[in-house]
Every structure is written in C-alpha cells, then in structure tokens.
C-alpha cells in the first residue's frame, strides 16, 4: 500500500508529462484556431485601419501635415500616431494644452532637423504606422524614366530610400530605421559616386554608424572632385575624407598649388564676381578649363551668372573634367532648362558621352521620375520633362553631331534609337520627293547591306521602305545590337550628307519640316482616307505647303549648278522635278 502510495507522484507526474508532450488532437485543433483566428483579427485589424489612410469615406482625421509645394495636406489621427510614435506623442501633448485648433496643421519642413520627406515617402510611412505593413515602393516616385534601367540603384529609388529613413529616424519608428538602413547599405556599392552623397548625408545626420563609414570609404577611393566633395558635405566628413585619400595617394607641391589656384576661382565663382574671375584667370597660369570653372558654375550657381561666364569665351563648353564629365553632363545632373539652352546655343555636344556610356539625355532620364515626367503644372510641363524635351530634341535636329560612341555601354542602344529614328525618317521624306536621286545616294552608301530601325521589335510595313526589315534576333547580344545600329546610322549620314552636298536648299526644307514634324508621321498622300477630315484636311495641306517649298528650293539648286556629278545618272523623267509634278 505504501509502495503504492509511494508510486503515485511519480505516475502523476508522468501523466501530466505525457499530456503536455503529447496534447489530444481537440487541443491542438483549438491551438491551431486560436492562432488562425488571431492572425485573422490582426490582418482584418490591419485592413480596416488602412481605409482610415485610403477610403474618402473614413475621413475622421483630427491634425493636417502640409508639404511644400502641394496643395493638399495629409489627414491624421493623433491617437495613433501618439501611440505608435513617441516623437508624436510628445508633439501632440506639448500642442494638446495650448493650442485652440479644431484641426491642427504640422509644416512639415518644421517637423525635420535635417533632410526632406515628400508627401509619397510620409504616406508611404503612414501606411506602416497603421497597419504594421511596409508596401512596395510606389513606381511612380521611385524609379526613373529611362527604359534600361533596373531601377535598383537609381536616383530616384535612392532619394525614396533617403526620405523614408529621415521620417522613420525623426518619428523614431526603429524597426523601419533597421530595415532602410539595410537597403541603403545595399545601394552603396552599386550606384554611382555621386548618388552615393544623399545616403552619405542622412547616415551623418541619423546617425547611422556603420553606413556613414561605408559610403566614407566609397567616397574617398573614388576619383570625385575634391572641390565637389567639400561643397556638398559637412565639414568633419570632407576632412575625413581627405585624411583618408592622403594615406592612399602621394601628392607633390605642384597639383597642392594648381589646387590652391583652382580654390581661388572657384571661390570668386561662388561670389558671383565675374570680373573678379576674369582678373585671376588673366593673372594666372591656371586656366578656366583647368579649374573646371565652367563645371562648377554650371552645377551651382545662377543662370544668370553662367550666361555672364559664357559670354567671357575663355574656356571649352565641350571640355571634359577628369572623370569624363562635360559641362554639359553636369546641366543634366541639375536639371535647369535655361542652362541647357544657353550650353547648346555655345555650341555643347548632346552626343557626348561619359566614359561610362552615359549622354546628357540618358542622365536626365535617371534622375527624373515618372511622376515628374508626366505631371503637369498649369498646364506646363515640369523642369525635368523639359529638360529631357530639349536634349532630345538637340540630338534629333543633329543626329549628325560627332560624339564619342563607345559600342560596351549597356545604356547605348537608346541614344542610338533616338537619332536613328531621326535619320530614318530623314532618309523616307528624301525617298518620297525624288526616289531616283536618293536611291543612288543610299546605293554610295551601302544602306541596302544594313537593316531598317523602326523602333519596334517587329517593323511594321512602312511607306518609303528604306532598306531590309528584319525580325529582332533574340541572340543578339547587346554589343552586336549596338554595332548593328552603329553601321545603320553610319550609312544613313552618309545618305544625308550625300543630299545635302549635291542639293543644299532641298536638304535645308527637309531639315527645317524634321525639325518641325519629327514626331508625326511622314506625309502619305497614297493613303489620304486615313485620319479625321480635320487631319485630312491638315495633311493635305501641309503635304502641298512642303511640296512646294521643295519645288522652290530644288530649282535653287539646280540655277546654282549644284546638282550634278555622280548623282546626274538620274534621267529627266525620273528627276526631282518630275516626281514632283507626277505627285498626287
């Protein structure tokens, strides 16, 4: 009795641990649907708490942040923010007892210390502080409008980043500070130099350890201006920098003292003192171009002060810095159209190329946002879609203009698009007026061994065939697309300056109409149903206004005696003149 008395604890024991190990399959389905059903409550939760962010209807919002430049403020609610934020909860409880608005506003530019967070990057933060969910990047503020690229190292998805860590530091929500600074880490080595200084900037302001001495690092092995350098960074951050490329490079006291006179002009830039800039560059041994004078006044200064220092002639608008930087690479990076003009009109090249591949189109486009691109305000569009506008036109009107082409650049293919396009229809309008004539001067040109570009992976049929057309070859690897397109466009010029030697006032009228009606379709009066009978109308009118200006201009050439040579194997009745008059 005893023993057995002695046993039971022991038994007792062993029950409950084998009940515990071991639970009935009705505990563990009770488990299972506790655990379902609360995952449930909190997705639910989650949902419903988001209609107070994107449902009119639930517009229950007690305080307003306003943004610069927007027009509408962001609707909140303080009891949530104050219970998910401690930054908030202390904002609305030193604002709760004085102020008397029903519905507080919150600047927010008077919210940061340091940085900027546009409306998108808050409401992308918001929507987390409500429903604990971290969406996608909305597209339209965090990729760019340049077709080839990835968008994972780009400006714009940088610059998102960049915000998205500014609120979460600022509004103190650690987790997100954890996770941008993850991703942030990740664009450091993949991005360029200079799409590195914003993440550099937020690290230093956040302070962000471990990513400020990585884009440190970054920064100091590259071969980033030094001038550039101490004009975009804190001053302790600029030194560091320095200290560490001392360490790395010996330098002699020549470059210290072509840095101190390049320092010298630069500062009298800075001062927007012209003339103090004249007089030290004719003191000096140091020229404009030496001091990449006119790089930094294009990246920081007036528009007004770089017309003044265009206007002095004493350096290269075409000159290229160090990094392979022309000036006009730098207007692309500051995006102000007034600067590209007054550039282009200096006579800068838009077929330029960094070493990298990059033209100054293809910067504008990775620094712009679809949301920038296709926005309008009042009716005009934005700086950056202006800037692009203008750029692509320039390459467009002189397709001609000889840049260097590097055949590697992944980024290549669109530029060359640009002028091809151009150049085909170029070609087309010379085929329609006088056939004969062009046809000969494609045969000088070999155009027929090379195959039509018509922007479209298959080329629809086209009036004024002017070579092959050719399915896309899904093995081309894009150094062969680009020697391709390179070998098209290089027949193509010859085609046109074949025309524009032998018939100069012809070429003048098709150039002037191109420059006019590029993105609209050459006149095809063999298919004049085609359109509205407004556009009818229109075509027919501006087909007959363009016949006749190339009927004045090719008798022009011919009482100048211009059109002969190898191009007179034309006969009579398959002349320009003919063509003409057989037109319908």
Known sequence: MAA???????????????????????????????????????????????????????????????????ARAVGVHRC?????????????????????EKKPKYP???????????????????????????????????????????????????DFAVELMYASYTFQITELVSSFQRRLCNYVEKSLVENVLPILLVAFHCDLTQLLDQCIERVARSDLDRFYIEKELPLEVSEKIKKLRLKSVNTDEGVDKLVERTGKVLKALDSDDVELVKLLLTESDTTLDQANGLHYVVAYSDPKVVAEVLALDMADVNYRNSRGYTVLHYAAMRRE??????????????????????????????????????????????????????????????????????????????????????????????????????????????????????????????????????????????????????????????????????????????????????????????????????ERRWKRMRYKELKNDVKKAYNRDKQAKIARSCLSVSSPDSSLRGSLENQT
């Open 337 to 534: 159209p007034s600067i590209i003009i007054s550039l282009l009109k200096k006579g800068a090249n838009a077929s330029d190329f960094t070493f990298d591949g990059r033209s100054a189109v293809n910067i504008c486009r990775r620094l712009t946002r679809p949301k920038d691109y296709y926005t309008k305000t009042a009716n005009e569009a934005s700086k950056d879609r202006l800037c692009i506008d203008i750029l692509e036109r320039e390459i467009r009107r002189n397709p001609l203009a000889s840049g260097d082409t590097p055949t590697n650049s992944h980024s290549m293919p669109e530029d060359l698009q640009m002028r091809l396009l151009y150049l085909e229809k170029r070609v087309g309008l010379a085929q329609l007026f006088f056939p004969t004539e062009a046809d000969v001067a494609m045969d000088i040109a070999n155009v027929e061994g090379t195959s039509e570009f018509t922007g479209f992976p298959v080329p629809p049929p086209s009036n004024g065939s002017t070579g092959n057309l050719t399915q896309v070859d899904l093995n081309e690897t894009p150094y062969m697309q680009t020697k391709r397109l390179l070998t098209r466009m290089e027949a193509l010029m010859k085609t046109v300056e074949t025309g524009r030697r032998y018939f100069p006032s012809c070429s003048e009228v098709l150039d002037k109409y191109m420059d006019d009606y590029m993105d609209e379709d050459i006149p095809d009066m063999s298919h004049p149903e085609k359109g509205s009978v407004k």
């Open 80 to 100: 949530l923010l104050a219970a998910r934020s401690k930054f908030f909860f202390e904002l609305f409880k030193k604002d709760s007892a004085k102020s008397e």
């Open 108 to 158: 927010m530019k008077d919210l940061l210390p340091h940085g900027d967070v546009g409306k998108e990057a808050f409401l992308h933060f918001l929507n987390y502080v409500y429903t604990g969910k971290l969406k996608p990047f909305p597209v339209e503020v965090s990729t760019c409008v340049d077709t080839v690229c990835a968008h994972d190292s780009c400006r714009p998805a940088i």
């Open 4 to 70: 057995a008395t002695a046993m039971e604890p022991s038994s007792s024991i062993s029950f409950t641990s084998s009940h515990l190990s071991n639970p009935s399959p009705l505990l563990a389905t009770h488990q299972s649907s506790s655990a379902n059903l609360e995952a449930a409550s909190l997705a639910k939760l989650s949902t419903d708490l988001e209609q107070l962010l994107t449902s009119s209807d639930c517009d229950y919002t007690d305080a307003e942040i306003t943004f610069q430049g927007e």
